[in-house]
């Protein structure tokens, strides 16, 4: 069954400059869909669409086949249900958090459904043994760092038992602990069943996850839809939607020319190959972190 679903969908900022263009892509429930693009490409936009924060200007967007609109939203019934089932995790959690404390930040969600208390204070602390954010639990979000106010912003989201997460370049700006711990927390979800979509332009951590890929062009229109393997050999595909380009570096008197990319390692023997090919590095082969989807 399709979960969410966009019929061509176009979307522009102040009806003039394009951020969406025909855009259809359908998530399966259960599915872990990667949304890969360069900056600019409208990867953050859709995002926001499949979470009825903005609305398309042409085509639709149906969640669990019913259309999502802006008046529909205006429903408090409806509205209940919709936000207690599609939670999305921002790419700068300063923009996502905004409550005193950690542990505000944590119940506020589950307050507003007008959950019980014993029910609120339940999510709140599996999240945040989930998270290992408990030594957080009073300190000012202000006061927290990058890496932890990425972990309270998806605690956040976690805390109202979404059946679909969209995340937003997750792994932006974070150290390499954070990232690891985050890239296992997503295979975690996704292996519980929740259905994740993920918004990035970073290649590694998309062959690391092995999700579906929809790829965006830089005329935010769908370039193409397929596996991992599919997308990441297709060199000309990734040269055209801009996620790699052509480096050249002298080796004595002669020039050598190959693709490049800065989100694959930069090593000669493991990320690339003067055969001009891409050789993506494989992540760590344990997927599963023991932690469970509540």
């Known amino acids: 069954m399709k979960i969410i679903e966009l019929q061509n969908v176009s979307y522009s ?31 953050s936009t859709l995002l926001q669409v499949m979470n009825g924060l903005i609305h398309p200007r042409a085509g639709s967007v ?13 429903d408090r ?38 959950l ?30 990058g890496g932890e106010k990425k972990r309270v912003a998806i605690g956040s989201a976690l805390t109202m038992n979404p059946e679909l997460l969209l995340l937003d370049e997750p792994a932006s700006g974070l150290d390499p602990k954070t990232g690891s711990f985050l890239t296992d927390l997503i295979i975690s979800l996704s292996e519980a069943g929740t259905t994740i979509v993920i918004a990035t332009h970073d290649l590694a951590l998309v062959d690391h996850l092995q999700p579906k890929v929809a790829v965006i062009s830089e005329e935010h229109r ?53 055969d001009g090919h891409i050789h993506p590095s494989k992540g760590p082969e344990g997927r599963k972190t023991g932690h469970e989807h509540r």
Do not use: W
């Open 13 to 43: 900022f102040y009806d003039v400059m394009p951020a969406l263009s025909d855009v259809s892509i359908a998530v399966g429930e259960g599915e872990m869909l990667a949304v890969i693009g360069a900056n600019g490409s409208g990867k």
């Open 62 to 74: 149906r969640y669990r086949g019913e259309e999502v609109t802006e008046k529909r939203l205006r």
């Open 116 to 145: 019980p208390k014993e029910q609120v204070l339940r999510r709140a602390s599996e999240t945040m043994e989930m998270l290992n954010i408990g030594v957080l639990r009073d300190r000012p979000t202000h006061m927290l760092s």
């Open 77 to 114: 019934d409806y509205q209940r249900y919709f936000r207690s089932r599609v939670g999305l995790v921002f790419q700068n959690s300063d923009v996502q958090l905004f409550c005193p404390t950690v542990f505000d930040e944590l119940v506020f969600g589950p307050m507003q459904l007008g």
């Open 222 to 274: 769908v370039e193409r839809i397929g596996t991992v393997d599919e997308v990441l050999k297709d060199q000309e595909l990734l040269v055209k939607v801009n996620l790699v380009h052509e480096h050249a570096h002298r080796h004595g008197n002669k020039v050598h020319t190959h693709l490049h990319s800065h989100y694959f390692f930069h090593e000669h023997d493991r990320g690339h190959s003067h």
